[in-house]
């Protein structure tokens, strides 16, 4: 398996819990209604760090989008369940390498160093962490400040909580049951997912108690 599929199928995991973010805001806004203080809510933010880019925010309660859910059938998404055709990356079974993992004590299981790319992939305390920091070479065409533009390090940052990956996976064997991942991001609490950084985007998922992005 390549070093950008290690962390592509971890970081796939977690934004599967997001796919019924965009599908279920129009029907989560035209519900309304006061939220309690403490329900958790999804927040995900792209921060553009280019001269005309665009600041998007998403913030959707994780009840809203667990009782939505069964109601959408849209494409593979049919009640709360989202359907692929295997849990294979490169010929490695997905399923049957975290059901693995959740059994083995803390440990770093990838750890892969060189002069382009570091990739971290461990189970510390109750959740899958995957780094990685990746070199990139700018195109011939970019420019900062009419100055050719420098190489600039790519971040990415996972972080699932065990539990809500071991829900995602509970379904049949050709299934994500999202509904039963929401639970369960609903019961671990405050939890920073994902953290992406590239020269032009900040890309944060994340789930707390505030029904707005900081």
Same mark, same amino acid.
């Given at each position: ?42 927040? @995900?933010?792209?921060?553009?760090? !280019?001269?005309?880019? =665009?600041? $998007?925010? /998403?913030? &959707? *309660? #994780? +009840?809203?989008? %667990? ?76 420019? @900062?400040?009419?100055?050719?533009? !420098?190489?600039?390090? =790519?971040? $990415?940052? /996972?972080? &699932? *909580? #065990? +539990?809500?990956? %071991? ?48």
């Amino acid at each position: 398996m390549t070093q950008r599929k290690t962390w592509a199928w971890a970081m796939g995991v977690t934004l599967a819990l997001v796919a019924a973010g965009p599908v279920a805001a129009p029907i989560v806004q035209a519900q309304g209604g006061a939220q309690s203080a403490a329900e958790k809510w999804l927040h @995900v933010s792209v921060l553009s760090r !280019e001269a005309n880019g =665009e600041t $998007v925010r /998403v913030n &959707v *309660p #994780l +009840t809203l989008i %667990e009782k939505v859910l069964p109601a959408i059938n849209k494409d593979k998404l049919r009640a709360g369940r989202v359907r692929v055709s295997e849990f294979k990356v490169e010929g490695v079974d997905i399923r049957a390498v975290f059901e693995a993992v959740k059994d083995t004590r803390d440990g770093e299981f990838v750890t892969v160093e060189s002069h382009k790319e570091n990739v971290r992939v461990a189970k510390e305390k109750g959740y899958l962490i995957v780094k990685v920091r990746e070199m990139k070479q700018p195109r011939a065409a970019e420019k @900062v400040a009419e100055k050719p533009a !420098e190489p600039f390090e =790519e971040r $990415v940052d /996972v972080k &699932v *909580p #065990l +539990t809500v990956v %071991e829900a995602l996976l509970s379904g049949a064997k050709d299934e994500l049951d999202l509904v039963a991942a929401i639970r369960a991001l609903s019961a671990h609490g405050d939890a920073i997912l994902v953290t992406v950084e590239d020269r032009r985007n900040t890309v944060r998922i994340w789930v707390d108690s505030k029904n707005t992005t900081e």
